[in-house]
């Protein structure tokens, strides 16, 4: 059962109508950018520790994917006060939408699924796991009590063309399913 999604989702081949994104930090961010790939992946809320955990691996590789020609944006349905704090070290831009404009727009859902579903319970514990750590060592805030725009996103993943198309989707199935490093860059070989 869908709680967010009045879209369908975006297929690969689309092409997307050009915008700017502002990032909570650093120059607006164009997608598509000519010339170049960029890699919008939707996370949860700030402060999300399955989301971190992905993120810092996404962080250790960035020099990686700028070289295989990705701009990585990451977007947050929290308000940009609230998420500023838990992504001010990360190397990409990272874009709040605490109304879930995007979300919608590109048919990114909320469901309990994110969750229950039984291959996400071993991310999750890991991530609860070493985030606990980074919190005592002060590396990591913990997120807000009250989460405006839920607990339960599902990531999703697009790779888009500096022409706008689409060239490579995935919508995850739960909180920690989506394109790994290694994946992203696959994708963005194959479309280069």
């Known amino acids: 059962m869908s709680t967010t999604s009045a879209r369908r989702p975006t297929a690969a081949g689309e092409t997307l109508a050009?915008?700017?994104?502002?990032?909570v930090q650093g120059p607006p961010v164009a997608v598509p950018t000519p010339g170049r790939l960029v890699h919008l992946q939707?996370?949860?809320f700030a402060g999300?520790?399955?989301c971190n955990l992905h993120l810092r691996s996404v962080a250790r590789r960035h020099v990686e994917i700028e070289a295989a020609g990705v701009l990585e944006v990451a977007v947050f349905h929290s308000p940009a006060a609230e998420l500023l704090p838990h992504v001010a070290e990360l190397p990409f831009a990272v874009v709040a939408d605490p109304t879930k404009r995007l979300y919608v727009e590109?048919?990114?859902e909320s469901a309990p699924r994110a969750l229950l579903n039984p291959r996400a319970w071993w991310p999750i514990a890991r991530a609860i796991g070493s985030g606990t750590v980074a919190v005592l060592r002060g590396r990591e805030r913990l997120p807000a009590r009250r989460q405006a725009g839920g607990r339960l996103g599902l990531p999703a993943d697009f790779l888009v063309a500096g022409d706008g198309r689409v060239v490579a989707v995935k919508y995850g199935e739960h909180a920690y399913d989506q394109w790994s490093?290694?994946?992203?860059l696959e994708?963005?070989?194959r479309a280069a």
């Open 18 to 23: 050009a915008r700017e994104l502002t990032p």
């Open 42 to 44: 939707f996370r949860r």
């Open 48 to 50: 999300c520790p399955v």
């Open 106 to 108: 590109f048919g990114v």
């Open 181 to 184: 490093v290694d994946e992203l």
């Open 187 to 189: 994708h963005a070989r």
